[in-house]
Structures are given as structure tokens and as C-alpha cells.
Nanobody, 123 residues
Framework: VQLQASGGGLVQAGGSLRLSCTLSGRTFSSYALAWFRQDPGKEREFVAAITYNGASTYYTDSVKGRFTISRDNAKNTVYLQMNSLKPEDTAVYYC?????????????????WGQGTQVTVSS
């Protein structure tokens, strides 16, 4: 399984970005997907996740109402739409995948990881 993330960048506070992550090498629709983020010197933090069939989503409290995770099985891609961005959202964002469901949705114990994409929100 290979994950390729993209879409990061520099944005002003209050702005929006959409991250994308494409999975290749396996059947995309069989994988639960998630986004984590990490600041230098800090632990990797859960942001959002979506079940393999898209029926359920999970969010950390700090992004509820601002971020939306979605998936397009036809494009083998998971998205993270980030609105009303704040400087504290600045981090490297990673996509992750696990077959059917992870051991724990909120912990960075997923089997597969993409490279990070930097999101910087200026005040």
C-alpha cells in the first residue's frame, strides 16, 4: 500500500485548504482512512477518520465544525477540507490507512502512512 498526500501550503488565518491523499496498491474501498498532524517536538495527533464504506466519520474536538473528511472510492482518494483555519492548525499533516478498521481510531497505530504535507497558517 502506498499513500501520497498533497495540498498543503501557506494560508492566512480564516482561510481554507483541501488536502488529498491517494492510496494505491490495494483495493481502496477496503481501507479505513485517517488524517493525523504533528508539530516538531510533539506527538502525532489525531485529526479525522472515515470508515472504509464512508458511513461514519470521527473528528478531534478542536476541528469539529471546521474540517470535513470525505472519500471518493472512484478516485482512490481521501480528502480533508479545512475551513476557518487557525494558526494552531499549523503542522505537518499525514494520511494513514488500515484494512477495514484500525485497532484504535484515535491513535497513530495505523498500518500504512503517507509522507507528510506541510500546512502553515499565518496570523
Amino acid at each position: 500500500v502506498q499513500l501520497q498526500a498533497s495540498g498543503g501550503g501557506l494560508v492566512q488565518a480564516g482561510g481554507s485548504l483541501r488536502l488529498s491523499c491517494t492510496l494505491s496498491g490495494r483495493t481502496f474501498s477496503s481501507y479505513a482512512l485517517a488524517w493525523f498532524r504533528q508539530d516538531p517536538g510533539k506527538e502525532r495527533e489525531f485529526v479525522a477518520a472515515i470508515t472504509y464504506n464512508g458511513a461514519s466519520t470521527y473528528y478531534t474536538d478542536s476541528v469539529k465544525g471546521r474540517f470535513t473528511i470525505s472519500r471518493d472510492n472512484a478516485k482512490n482518494t481521501v480528502y480533508l477540507q479545512m475551513n476557518s483555519l487557525k494558526p494552531e492548525d499549523t503542522a505537518v499533516y499525514y494520511c494513514a490507512a488500515d484494512l477495514l478498521r484500525p485497532k484504535n481510531w484515535y491513535e497513530p497505530q495505523y498500518d500504512y502512512w503517507g509522507q507528510g504535507t506541510q500546512v502553515t497558517v499565518s496570523s
